[in-house]
């Protein structure tokens, strides 16, 4: 089993930015891709940006030249930075694997707003 801590949303003016920061437990972290996700009440959880294991990135469009992700696999962590952040990137985000598991945390929201 997974366990997937997510930290470092909040409230933020549009063209702000933000650092969220996803612990995972057990040893399957090196071994995996990664990926944040994020959802808005009424939609489905969408993958924005995710990790190959030897840290190669990839990115949604609607995120792509703002969101950069990063892991530290000594840390078992996985991190997005979110730079000109816009009102329709507010959502609860999530980690996970990717694949995504059944195993997710308790996310963490971002809520971009003047």
């Known amino acids: 089993q997974v366990q997937l801590v997510e930290s470092g949303g909040g409230l933020v003016q549009p063209g702000g930015s933000l650092r969220l920061s996803c612990a995972a437990s057990g040893s399957i972290f090196a071994i995996n891709a990664m990926g944040w996700y994020r959802q808005v009440p009424g939609n489905q959880r969408e993958l924005v940006a995710w990790?190959?294991?030897?840290?190669?990135?990839n990115y949604a469009d609607s995120v792509k030249g703002r969101f950069t992700i990063s892991r530290d696999n000594a840390k078992n962590t996985v991190y997005l930075q979110m730079n000109s952040l816009k009102p329709e990137d507010t959502a609860v985000y999530y980690c996970?694997?990717?694949?995504?598991?059944?195993?997710w945390g308790q996310g963490t929201q971002v809520t971009v707003s003047s």
């Open positions: 990790i190959t294991s030897v840290g190669r990135p």
């Open positions: 996970n694997l990717v694949p995504r598991t059944p195993y």
